[in-house]
């Protein structure tokens, strides 16, 4: 049984470091998008393009998260790659 569960926690461990290490590419990616709309004095941000991600990861949830669980974790993220530096 230990055995069994330290497979399935090392398996979380790495997808944990997936996770931070895609996080931290999208981080990039928004430090560049926040210096080209900078560059053309637009907003930076943009509530329907939140919307539009929003709606997209719920439409293609197939579970076991519920759409509101994915929503909601996914509104964490936005706000902090908003608001970092």
Do not use: C
């Amino acid at each position: 049984m230990e055995e069994r569960l330290a497979d399935y926690r090392n398996r979380i461990d790495v997808f944990d470091n997936v996770i931070a290490e895609r996080l931290n590419e999208r981080a990039q990616i928004v430090l560049t998008i926040r210096e080209l709309k900078n560059q053309a004095k637009l907003p930076l941000f943009d509530s329907q393009r939140e919307q539009e991600i929003l709606t997209r990861l719920s439409l293609g949830n197939d579970g076991p998260l519920s759409d509101e669980d994915l929503k909601e974790i996914y509104r964490h993220v936005l706000f902090h790659m908003k608001n970092f530096e």
